[in-house]
């Protein structure tokens, strides 16, 4: 029997890949999660239905939720992510040796339960054996409300705004990680896509610019997310991420990383036409 999963993109389009085997399923009290084996793709991890990572592309995101806000910030030493369970982004905030404490506060203890278990790939730093990583299962809003002007970056590896993820999209989220943030801190978000998403988009990016200096989207390309176009928004209280961006150290890093490098940081901030003008203030 062929087993195909399909998400719908728009009422007329979606992306259906072939699955070999239910690697779990089961519901917290948040959401719904699924990690499927997939032909193409490898393990592909649901939450109610859309696909969050999978093992074949989630480098992409990853590096880039990360990457260039950290090597944009001169030094940055307290690193905080909202949601990204998986543990892909704080496998990435740990290539930087400068980063003193990384901290991980996901709502939903199953997710990273399942993800150490199933996705080690990605969730190789958040096993409870680096003592740089701590993890809270918590609620990101009451999480920064307790920790205010502690990091140097906060980054918001959220879901699509929907359930549990709703709030991570208002201005008075935007202001809590504002307080939380240090006096030149930067909050890095996911922004969806500019092709599906733009009265989200706009939204977002208004909310945004009611709290913070400086804001700026950048873009990359995520195979199996809506339309393959995805975008960041980086919101600071001091630098900018080209302006102010050391593109010398990001080239001399002494790591390797897949998708992210000096040059695309630069290029990942010209936008297209379309998406520039749907976000102009």
């Known amino acids: 029997m062929d087993l195909w999963y399909t998400e719908k993109h728009s009422e007329n389009v979606g992306i259906s890949m072939k699955v070999s085997e239910t690697l779990f399923s089961g519901k917290s009290e948040y959401q719904k999660l699924d990690i499927l084996e997939t032909l193409e793709y490898g393990r592909m991890m649901l939450l109610d239905g859309l696909v ?4 074949r592309d989630e480098f992409i995101y990853h590096d880039m939720i990360v990457h260039p806000a950290l090597f944009t910030h001169p030094d940055p030493k307290q690193v905080l992510v909202i949601g990204g369970g998986d543990g892909g982004s704080i496998r990435e905030i740990m290539k930087h040796p400068g980063v003193e404490l990384a901290t991980l506060c996901e709502i939903d203890g199953l997710v990273i339960d399942k993800s150490v278990e199933l996705l080690p790939s990605m969730a190789s730093e958040i096993d409870g054996s680096n003592p740089r990583v701590k993890l809270h299962v918590d609620d990101g ?9 502690q990091f140097d970056v906060i980054l918001v590896d959220s879901t699509d705004p929907i359930g549990p ?8 989220f935007y202001r809590l990680v504002f307080g939380a943030l240090k006096t030149d801190g930067i909050m890095v978000a996911q922004s969806e896509s500019p092709f599906y998403h733009a009265e989200i988009q706009k939204n977002m990016y208004r909310n945004l610019r009611a709290v913070y200096p400086v804001v700026e989207m950048y873009q990359a390309f995520i195979p199996t997310y809506p339309s393959g176009f995805w975008s960041f928004a980086f919101a600071s209280k001091k630098y900018h991420p080209v302006k102010d961006f050391n593109r010398q150290r990001a080239a001399d890093r002494d790591f ?6 000096a040059d695309l940081h630069l290029g990942a901030f010209m936008l297209p036409t379309f998406a520039k003008e749907n976000i102009a203030e």
């Open 52 to 55: 969050m990572v999978t093992e």
């Open 141 to 149: 809003l009451a999480y920064i409300r307790e920790h205010q002007n």
């Open 165 to 172: 993820a709703v709030g991570l999209f208002e201005e008075d």
């Open 256 to 261: 390797y990383s897949k998708y992210y490098n």
